[in-house]
């Protein structure tokens, strides 16, 4: 239980800061006005008096850094995308189209609350008024856009997480879906106990693509009570990663199982007709009419997709038809949720925001300058009747199979202030999350309802999670640089066995003893290059860093054990002749890549953006087929002769939850997609390279103004303004 904190601070903490609001006002004299800052790195800090105003505003800086990829985003939303680019987008417009995320959003629009519909539109009155002044910049296949965009994208967004569980559900059937790609995230929370700030530190670091629709965007909100710092997908005016002046909100990859999979017997004289309870239903069919550009013009192609009560169906096999149930189909609240979040003053009023259910299945996890650290392992999870085995497709010909109805956030996987005084989730299940998890992190715990947990003990642990939990159950008087360096650990986890199991193979070898005689290479001393690589690996301090000459050995040599390079630990079979043959031939690949046996791990390793005439090295990284997958995630792949980062850290913040708090942030290119934009790249140089992050100024004016390179102010037409009241 954490301890009670006196009267009058208790009261301190929920009184606005006096100087900051009169600053705030001052940026913002009258409703309708705004002021857009940006700092060193081209972040906006918008400071206005209402929100709509705000929103007005990060319109404005979104379209005026990416407004393509805004609009993109779009039509990724509607299923419009391969009716300006082509074939290859063919199937996730499809799929968006089976959702109808763009009939639902504009018929339920209506729902949204008023004061969230004010600022969608103000926002999109902002993107407007930049594609008036600009032109030049509006591409040719510009969309008209909509405010029920902003909600037909955020269904967009989360339903790629309960699709991918429901194609599991598919595979295990025996129907192969098709391949979904990667989403996985860290998330760390350390209580005020472990550190030495005297608040609890929170660290958000999601792992997406760097392009495409997860392409976050950082921006800081002062609209009246509304202040927030963290970023949003680009599109949608709010954060929800981030932190408010109270609570801070993480999110990672996993969750309950929220989707399912109904198997439903068709009618052999009817294939359009189902059968339940006895009888035949007919199906629902929606024709839809998708574009797609070609080399030769336009062509356009006519489905029918078909529907029965559960859901759209995906799939046929032998007299049978699949359809995905997902409980988010007809929902449209999730900017509410979100706002509700962010305005959340306590974990009380945290809680009954995320009551709502309207996030996808995700670990979430939510610190407060209360001192507060929470888990919840989230989503909007159908009630099963007792008996259904909701991991392959469930019976569909009987309403004994149907859901019972939306669990309660309260029956949810959950923790409120460990005793351990430290929690992590990177994509682990919750047992994994704190060594020697509670009992409230055990899957025995919910064994009558196990799709709540929807894990086992036996559920494969990888090697950053497992270092996750090693470096935060070691992590005591935490303090701001260690809070930064957790958040970029780039820490190979069992690199010391391996250090271990070469030793003991140099050793007894006659290499690594001369007087030791005999054996197949006729007596002649190990080469001296792989005495080079191997004594490089011995004093490697077992960080991948970006300046390491041991981390980039230890990774020659283990690519050079084939078959056995992915192992994270030295396997029983490796023989003592292998690991003498990768040494020697590491130093093969490193003279024959680098003309060097000290080359970096950063000149192989890089980070720039793509398109870009140039790279920088950088530390860490997903190195999964050679085992070395450090905390620090990053996805490499190969461009010329460099290995070039293109996804993993994403958004990474790290937030000291004192009053208000005081956060430090990074995305890992730039802001702007401006080639020409001093901003293209320059978080890749200055930042992402050399494992930093920069200050977020959060309620910190006079610290911001140092550092503010433009400022434009705004006043929001009147006949909009009048609109949205």
Known sequence: MKRLLPVFLLFALLLPSAGFYQAQQKAAKVNGDSTLYRDDFGIPHVFAVRLEDAAYAIGYAQAEDRLEELLKNYRRANG?????????????????????????????YHQVSPRMRAAIESYQQGIKRFMREHPEQVPAWAQEIYPWDVVALSRYIIFGWPLGEAAGDLQRGGIQPDPAAYRGSNQMLISASRTTLGAPVAIIDPHLSWYDEFRFYQVRIYAGDFNVAGVCILGVPFPSLGHSRYCSVAMTTGGPDTSDVYEEELNPENPRQYKYDGNWRDMVVH????????????????????????????????GKAYAFAVPYAEEIGLTDQVYEMMMARNLEEMKKALSRLQLMQQNVMVATVQGDIYYVRNGRVPIRPKGVDANKPIPGNTSATEWQGIHPLSDLVQITNPAAGYMHNCNVSPFAMIKDAPKELLPETYAER???????????????????????????????????????????????????RIKQAWEASRFGNPERMGGASGGAYFPKDAAEVYTQIQQWNRRSEADSVGALAFYAFKKNLNDLAKDVDPPANLKDEQILDALTKAAEWLKANFNSLTATYGTYFRVGRRGAERTFPVGGGSLNSVGMATPRAISFAQVGKEMVGHGGQTATQVIVMTNPPKSYAI????????KASKHFDDQAEKLFSKSKAAPSYFMDKAELMKHVTATKTFKRPAMAAAGLK
């Open 80 to 108: 419009t995308m391969s009716e300006v680019f082509g074939d290859k987008h063919y199937r996730d417009d499809l799929i968006q189209r089976m959702w109808r995320h763009a009939e639902i959003s504009r018929e339920k």
């Open 287 to 318: 024709k839809q009419k998708i574009g797609v550009k070609t080399d030769k013009g336009f062509d356009v192609k006519e489905v029918e997709i078909e529907y029965t009560h559960h859901g759209p169906v995906v799939a046929h096999k032998n």
């Open 667 to 674: 995305i890992p290119l730039g802001q702007s997609d401006h």
């Open 450 to 500: 196990p799709y709540l947990y929807n894990a086992s003990r036996t559920a494969p642990r990888h090697q950053r999670g497992e270092m996750a939990t090693q470096m935060m159950d070691e992590a005591t008087k935490v303090d701001l640089p260690k809070a930064i360096d957790l958040a970029f650990y780039p820490g190979v986890y069992h690199a010391e066995r391996w250090q271990t």
